[in-house]
């Protein structure tokens, strides 16, 4: 069974630092590219980055390029988010979630249909 458990969220100033973790179980985590999205109170989804992999291959949204920072360590099944200079816009429900592929592209990565689990959210609240 696959399970993807985000962590890591909590309340931050606008200006503030925080590093989420998403830990996986039940597949192979380093043969599948891996993602954020977030949701924020009454709208939308919204894909947040992407990583392949090997660790390579990183997109990220408009919003949070330059700010957040996307990695993964496969010795350990772990996803991470780096996300700085948070902004209260930031504020949402954080959610990982696995590719059915070992990459995704600049044509895809931040589309539904190329990722077919998602694991339960962490929030972050940006405010002061």
């Known amino acids: 069974e696959v399970q993807l458990q985000a962590s890591g969220g909590g309340l931050v100033q606008p200006g503030g630092s925080l590093r989420l973790s998403c830990t996986a179980s039940g597949f192979t985590f380093d043969d599948f590219a891996m993602s954020w999205l977030r949701q924020a109170p009454g709208k939308g989804e919204e894909w947040v980055s992407a990583?392949?992999?090997?660790?390579?291959?990183?997109y990220y949204g408009k919003s949070v390029t330059g700010r957040f920072t996307i990695s993964r360590d496969n010795a350990k099944n772990t996803l991470y988010l780096q996300m700085d200079s948070l902004k209260s816009e930031d504020t949402a429900v954080y959610y990982c979630a696995k590719s059915w592929g070992t990459f995704v592209y600049a044509n895809n990565w931040d589309q539904d249909n190329s990722y077919d689990y998602r694991g339960q959210g962490t929030q972050v609240t940006v405010s002061s």
């Open positions: 990583i392949g992999s090997n660790g390579r291959g990183a």
